[in-house]
Every structure is written in C-alpha cells, then in structure tokens.
C-alpha cells in the first residue's frame, strides 16, 4: 500500500491534496491540470534538490486510524438545518459551536462562477454557503497555509472536506494543535470539475439559460431521492440525474478514489458525518420520514469533548460501527470500464460541452440497465420468498 506518486507516477497514487507543493523548500512543485481537469504535482527538475520531503511527507499513506471511535446514528433537531444540509445536518451543530468560540470554519462553497472551491467563514449565517454536497473535486486553493495562520493566533479552526484533505491538512501542520477540529465527509467519489464544467455548459446550451445553483442532495422530493434540481437565473427549475449517474457509475471519478487509502470505517479525523443508508435495515426502532439521517463518527477525545457540548441539539444513537458502515461506502469500488476512453474522447474534443449529456448517459445505460435488472431480481426473489413462507405457514395450518 505504501505507494507514492512521486515515484510511482501512478495517477492512483496522488490525490491531489498539495501539500507537497506547500512544503517543498525550493518551490519545484506546481499543482497542474491534467487534461481530465484533476490537479497533480509537477516537478520542476531544476529547482528540485533531491532532498525527498515531498515524498516523505505525501498524506496518502496515512498511518495508523484512530481506535477510540463510536458511530452514531444521529441527526439535528432544528429542522430548519436539515432542510439545507446533504444529510441529517450534522455539520452546522459542530461547525455552530467554532464559530461562537470566535473561531473559523474551513468549507466548500461555490463562487460566482459555480466552481466549487474552499473558503473559510466566521459567522453563522455565513455557514449557509457550505451547507449540501457540492459532487465535485474542490479547490483547496491556499486553505492549508490559512488554516495554520489562524491557529498560530490562537484562533479555534475547524476544516471540513473530503478525508484525504484532511489529512493533507495534517501531514501539512505536521503537529497536533489543540483548537484544530477536523470533520471529513464520508465520500465515496471525486467528480472532475472539467466534466462539471462542460455539463453545466451544455445544460445551458439547451435549455437556452443560465444556471443559478446545482443542488445534489436537494430534499424536495426526500432524504433519498438523489436527482439533483438545477435552478436557472429565470427562477424555473429542472432535475437531471445525467452527471449524477455518471459520478455513481465511477465514470467520471479521480483515479486515486478507485484505491482510496480512507475508505471504510477506520477513520482519520476528529469526526466523520456521512449518510446513514439502510436505517430500515440497521434500526427499525428510529422514525424515518425521509428527512436526512446522518452517520456520525467520533474518532478522538477532543470530538467526544465537543459532542458532550453540543449532545442537547442532537438525536444521538450508538449504532455498531461496522454494521452503519455495511451499507455505506466501506470497499474501494473499480472503476467504470470505458472510463479512460471517456476521458480520451473529452480530451480530443468529441465529448464537449455541446454532447457530454447524450455521451454520458450513452455510457452509463449499462450499467444503469444493470442496476435495475438487480432491482427486479431483488424484487422476484422477495415474491418467491413470501410465497414459500405462506405455503409453509398453510402446511403447518393443515397440520394442525
Ligand atoms: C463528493 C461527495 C461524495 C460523497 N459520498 C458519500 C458517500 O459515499 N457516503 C456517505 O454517507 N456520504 C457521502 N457524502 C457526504 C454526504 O453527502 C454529506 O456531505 C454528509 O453526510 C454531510 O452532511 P450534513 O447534512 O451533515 O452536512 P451539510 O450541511 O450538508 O454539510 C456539507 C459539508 O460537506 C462539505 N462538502 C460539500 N461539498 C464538498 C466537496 N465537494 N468536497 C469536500 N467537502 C464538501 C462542506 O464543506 C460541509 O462541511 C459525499 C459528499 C460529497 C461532497
Ligand atoms: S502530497 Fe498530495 S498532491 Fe502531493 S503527491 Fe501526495 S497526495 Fe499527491
Ligand atoms: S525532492 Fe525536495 S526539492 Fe525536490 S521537489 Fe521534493 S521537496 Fe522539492
Ligand atoms: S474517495 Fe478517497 S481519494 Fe477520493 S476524494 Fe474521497 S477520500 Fe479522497
């Protein structure tokens, strides 16, 4: 497992974090653009002075997990906060409790532009932009040096993201800060902005207007209808599941996420909040009217502490970690099999911004034909079963 891109130049070896470019003492390493739209590091040969921090150093081989961890399934009271989150809202309550200590929170938002990028905020209304699954890679952009700026003031700091920013946050700090919190999304997958891109460009294309905001997890029609809603600058709105298909398909995904090194239920930061699928299954007990039930793990003594501060404006219940993890992301998934000839095709320009829709949902028609073709035998062998549990239960009546 302990591979690293900087020697191995296997793009599943890099997940694009930067930390390398931040820390290289001679300035060698600029994150650049591949032509899928993902950033790695490029090594400039005659600044580079062999010295192997980068490598050293690359957070995607992290260590040992932390042990001391508990999962919940969980949710936040205020129903006002779960309407704007992904999930059960598990993010604000935490993110409330930095931000009232005068402290910052690191998140993702989108700019005027809808690309998805890091920020930090200081208020609470100011959490709203972070709020919901933005279902793109992000742009760290400077968050890493930002974050350690604030914490050498003495500032609470809490960064959210993906796990391997987190990480990268902490190979970058190289040292434990008590005022630092870290909270990663469960995530199963990082979407290509340049793919985003060149969706938003062809839906704008062909309905002839300009889009105001993509919402991923919107909840108009619940918790787990996944179609995202496009809102448009003239207020009208529209549901495609096209890009959402083509994320769930591993079609258009960072290679790196196919051998993700942060899947599963050993976790990294203080807390990870996810999506808590398959309650049914896990809990019958817990009501769910389909309002967003998160996955909430602690993974350190300062998240336990936290938690004990903000436990009031939380439903919590301990749930058995590997069972919450059994029916979430927990197994790296391979990749779609016409991935790379996707990629070849936007790269020579026959997949652009005038076709990418039709070309991804040509590509994701199997497996998607797949996935129903599962459903009905799911379905077939449910009948089957009832049928034999009331042949059996009419035998015993007969019986007796
Ligand atoms: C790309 C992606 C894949 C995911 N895959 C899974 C999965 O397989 N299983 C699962 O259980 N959950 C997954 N999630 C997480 C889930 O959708 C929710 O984000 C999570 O449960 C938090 O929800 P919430 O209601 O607590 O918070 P919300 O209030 O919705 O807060 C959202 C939080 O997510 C962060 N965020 C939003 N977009 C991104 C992004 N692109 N990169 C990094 N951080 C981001 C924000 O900074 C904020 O901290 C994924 C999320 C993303 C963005
Ligand atoms: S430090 Fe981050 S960007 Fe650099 S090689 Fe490692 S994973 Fe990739
Ligand atoms: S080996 Fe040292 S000098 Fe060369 S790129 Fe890596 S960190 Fe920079
Ligand atoms: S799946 Fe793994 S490598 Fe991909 S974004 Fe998530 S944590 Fe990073």
């Known amino acids: 497992m302990s591979c690293n891109y900087l020697k191995t130049y296997d793009k599943k070896d890099c997940n694009g974090c930067g930390m390398c470019a931040l820390i290289c003492p001679k300035g060698a390493i600029t994150m650049t653009k591949d032509s899928e739209g993902f950033l790695y590091p490029v090594i400039d040969k005659d600044k580079c002075v062999h010295c192997n921090l980068c490598e050293k150093r ?9 042990t001391n961890q508990k999962t919940y399934i969980s949710y936040c009271e205020d129903s006002k906060v779960k309407e704007n989150s992904a999930s059960g809202g598990m993010f604000y309550p935490i993110a409330k409790y930095v931000v009232e200590k005068n402290g910052i929170v690191f998140g993702v938002c989108y700019d005027d532009n809808l690309i998805a990028h890091h920020e930090y905020v200081t208020t609470l209304e100011c959490l709203k932009k972070f709020q919901g699954s933005k279902y793109v890679r992000s742009d760290l952009k400077d968050s890493y040096r930002k974050v350690e700026e ?18 990268g946050l902490r190979a970058f700090l190289k040292k434990e800060y008590d005022k630092l919190i870290t909270c990663e999304i469960i995530c199963h997958a990082n979407p290509s902005p340049k793919v985003l891109e060149l969706y938003k460009k062809n839906l704008e294309k062909l309905r002839g207007k300009k889009i105001k905001r993509i919402w991923f997890r919107s909840k108009l029609n619940g918790w787990k209808n996944s179609t995202p809603i496009i809102k448009f600058e003239d207020g009208t709105s529209f549901e495609d599941s096209s890009y959402y298909r083509a994320f769930v398909s591993e079609l258009i995904n960072r290679p790196s996420c196919s051998d993700c090194r942060f899947c599963g239920p050993k976790r990294y930061s203080d807390f990870s909040i996810g999506d808590l699928w398959g309650i049914d299954k896990i809990d019958s007990t817990i009501e769910d009217n389909d309002t967003g ?4 793990n602690v993974n350190t003594e300062k998240g336990f502490k936290i938690l004990d501060k903000i436990k009031a404006e939380l439903y919590l219940k301990e749930v058995d970690t590997n069972l919450a993890f059994s029916y979430n992301h927990h197994q790296n998934v391979p990749i779609h099999k016409n991935r790379d000839k996707f990629f070849k095709e936007i790269s020579n320009g026959t997949i652009n911004e005038t076709n990418i829709i039709s ?19 799911n379905i077939i062998k449910k009948i089957i079963k009832k049928t034999e549990v009331i042949s059996c239960q009419n035998t015993k009546q007969k019986k007796e």
Request: one cysteine or more; glycine letters at 4%.
């Open 58 to 66: 690359c957070p995607n081989n992290p260590s040992e997990p932390n």
């Open 150 to 167: 604030f914490l050498k003031k003495g500032k609470y700091v809490m960064f959210t993201g993906t796990p391997c920013q987190c990480q």
């Open 293 to 296: 039930i998160s996955l909430l």
């Open 359 to 377: 070309k991804m949902n040509q590509y994701t028609k199997s497996s998607l034909t797949k996935r129903v073709m599962r459903k009905c035998k």
